[in-house]
């Protein structure tokens, strides 16, 4: 079954560390990949997208995601967190794009001061 | 441009009864799906409208249905809740090929 994996329920940094947050997807081609935020009783804030090309792809905030092919993987990174990252991190694919997503169980970040 | 909006934010109803959420999308966007997000599931699809068609479905029993009217705006339906159905039901819009927009979701308390 096509599945997406978050492995870390729950990590904390201190605030300006660097953040890595890992998304694993088990599909047969090379889906869409996203990252979305969701702060608490809000919804979701897309914070990039890959679809082809570069592996490497830029969003806001000043995050930015890789696509590992061999791994399957798209992991999110951060060089310096904020306070203001505090959230919960969701990875998604979408097998056939306009299809419904599939998200990850989500990883919450919690910053220190 | 405003963005998606769904009505109402927060609701408390009672086992056995039924609730009638909306959804408003983004002007312009025909595409509408449900999402219902609880702590132990995560973040699930109910189902997709395209130009008032559903165009998937999610793995939820017939008490969750849904339309989508001419101006692309869409309600979803859940007759009989349960208290399981308590959970924050999350609206999107899309057209083409863009990114999915989300609403901030209704909050749906079943007591």
């Known amino acids: 079954a096509q599945s997406v994996t978050q492995p870390d329920i729950h990590i904390t940094v201190s605030e300006g560390a660097s953040l890595e947050l890992r998304c694993n997807y088990s599909?047969?081609?090379?889906?869409?990949l996203f990252w979305y935020v969701q702060s608490p009783g809000q919804g979701l804030q897309l914070l990039l997208k890959y679809f082809s090309g570069d592996t490497l792809v830029q969003g806001i905030k000043g995050f930015e995601a890789e696509f590992k092919r061999s791994q399957s993987s798209f992991n999110l990174r951060k060089p310096s967190v904020h306070w203001s990252d505090a959230a919960e991190y969701f990875c998604a694919v979408e097998e056939v794009y306009g299809q419904n997503f599939v998200f990850g169980p989500g990883t919450r970040l919690s910053v220190l001061p | 441009k405003a963005g998606v909006t769904q009505t109402p934010r927060y609701l408390i109803k009672t086992r056995g009864q039924q609730v009638t959420l909306s959804c408003s999308p983004i002007s312009g966007h025909r595409s509408v799906s449900w999402y219902q997000q609880t702590p132990g599931q995560g973040l699930q699809f109910l189902f997709e409208?395209?130009?008032?068609?559903?165009?998937n479905k999610g793995n939820f029993p017939g008490r969750f249905s849904g339309r989508q009217f001419s101006n692309s705006r869409s309600e979803m339906n859940v007759s009989t809740l349960e208290l399981g159905d308590s959970a924050l039901y999350l609206c999107a819009s899309r057209q083409g090929n863009t990114e999915a927009f989300f609403g901030q979701g209704t909050r749906l308390t079943v007591v």
């Open positions: 599909y047969g081609a090379t889906p869409y």
């Open positions: 409208y395209f130009s008032e068609t559903q165009r």
